[in-house]
């Protein structure tokens, strides 16, 4: 079984420092033209003020997950001569990479009380999502939202608070997958902490 040797970047800010990215009307026009608008419980449009949800934090940990393609070579490999394009191959890892560091997250949050997670994109606990034909979330206990669902541009969070650019796949692969998490909570943490819980999780 291939290993995917997953590297964590954790930066601290606190929730007024980030609400400078919060641009909601802006990303929420992606988000209409997204498959996922109005299908998933995970993503918008809410039945709740995602300005009161960000406001019952105080701190923000936002986490660079990155997968770098030269250390799963062999994998990539397989899939480029299985004849899958570089599309195909590039959403296969960021499953593979998400897989891994959703179960993570979810361990950490529970290290950390008055703490919540932010997913590196749409929960994918289901096949199917049961907004897909107007039911409940089946575990909204483990519902989880993301930076941009709730309305922050995680292009420049990236690039300003990690330091580091979301490259996306063209006509070459890119070198790594980068999927970007935060931890909202109430009090301050250590990133040290933050960074032995993710990693010792099982993966
Ligand atoms: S847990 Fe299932 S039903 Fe709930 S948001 Fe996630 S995919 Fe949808």
New binding site residues.
């Given amino acids: 079984m291939t290993d995917f040797p997953i590297n964590y970047k954790i930066v601290e800010t606190s929730i007024d420092e980030l609400l400078k990215f919060f641009k909601k009307s802006t990303i929420r026009g992606y988000c209409k033209n997204c498959p996922n608008f109005q299908k998933?419980?995970?993503c918008p449009p809410y039945d709740f003020s995602e300005e009161e949800y960000i406001s019952n934090y105080k701190f923000a940990y936002i986490i660079g997950a990155k997968l770098n393609y030269s250390d799963i070579k062999e994998y990539v490999d397989k899939l480029t001569s299985s004849g899958m394009d570089n599309i195909h191959i590039s959403t296969d890892i960021y499953y593979k990479l998400r897989k891994i560091v959703d179960r993570n997250m979810f361990s950490m949050e529970n290290f950390f009380s008055d703490s919540k997670i932010l997913l590196g994109g749409k929960?994918?606990?289901?096949n199917e999502?049961?907004?897909e034909k107007n039911n409940p979330?089946?575990?909204?206990d483990?519902?989880r939202y993301s930076l941009e669902s709730l309305g922050f541009e995680v292009s420049s969070i990236t690039e300003e608070i990690l330091k580091d650019k979301i490259i996306f796949t063209g006509d070459s692969l890119p070198p790594y997958c980068l999927s970007i998490y935060a931890l909202f909570s109430k009090e301050k943490l250590s990133t040290k902490e933050l960074e032995m819980q993710l990693t010792s999780s099982v993966h």
């Fill in positions: 998933v419980w995970s929960c994918n606990l289901c999502c049961a907004r979330c089946v575990h909204q483990k519902l």
